[in-house]
């Protein structure tokens, strides 16, 4: 018997109508400015940013972003391919580094400039990778170098066509700057260095022997 109570018809909601519609993965994105549309996330790109504008990136100078780098280093890889770069993870030595990517069958834009090192600069690089294949081969973990010593062995590299003493120090001492900006050398305090494991990459052994042929024919025809 009904007691003229009306009860309202609720239909019951369905499996296939949620309450909050879906959204696409690529349109669920967190921005981290105004029109981000980029997917990694804001430490991991700037694991990448680092590779991109440094020559490397060191395990030991940078162990935060090291450990990134390995986490989502596919990701990482992945980004730098889509501008024609090769990431290189040199595990031995504790470097990453970038490499521009040519193709003789395939049109690869080029982002990187190649900066030719000057006379002086690879007069000293030559000096570098030589004491530090010495040193590591002599058991040292870390090797170190004074201004004294490369001007000593660099000086007696010079001629008379490359000006005054002390021009031609000038020109080693501005080489060392950019070395040091460019991570290959390290000035711990003033006028001494550490030399990094990079300068193994700058310079392979082949073209140390290579150099070091060069520069016993430059002696030879100069006496």
Same mark, same amino acid.
């Given at each position: 018997?009904?007691? &003229? ?49 440094? /020559? ?21 890889? !992945? ?6 770069? /090769? ?6 030595? &504790? ?23 000057? /006379? ?62 460019? &991570? ?6 003033? &006028? ?11 310079? !392979? ?19």
């Amino acid at each position: 018997m009904s007691d &003229g109570t009306q009860v309202q018809d609720e239909s019951p909601i369905q499996d296939d109508e949620p309450f909050i519609s879906p959204v696409a993965m690529e349109d669920d994105l967190e921005e981290h400015f105004p029109g981000d549309r980029g997917t990694l996330d804001p430490e991991v790109r700037r694991v990448l940013v680092h590779i991109l504008q440094r /020559r490397f990136l060191a395990a030991d100078r940078s162990r935060r972003e090291w450990a990134l780098l390995l986490e989502h280093q596919q990701m990482i890889e !992945s980004r730098l391919n889509d501008l024609y770069l /090769r990431l290189v993870v040199d595990h031995g030595r &504790g470097l990453a580094y970038k490499q521009q990517l040519r193709s003789d069958e395939i049109d690869m834009p080029v982002l990187l400039k190649d900066t030719p090192y000057s /006379r002086a600069e690879t007069l000293v690089l030559v000096h570098l990778r030589t004491v530090y294949q010495r040193e590591s081969a002599a058991g040292e973990a870390s090797v170190r170098i004074d201004i004294e010593d490369v001007e000593q062995t660099v000086l007696s590299y010079f001629t008379e066509v490359d000006g005054s003493t002390a021009r031609q120090q000038r020109a080693i001492r501005a080489a060392m700057e950019r070395l040091a900006r460019e &991570g290959i050398v390290d000035e711990e305090t003033t &006028g001494r260095y550490r030399i990094s494991a990079l300068v193994e990459v700058v310079l !392979s052994a082949r073209t140390l022997k290579e150099l070091r042929d060069w520069l016993r024919t430059q002696e030879v025809a100069a006496r």
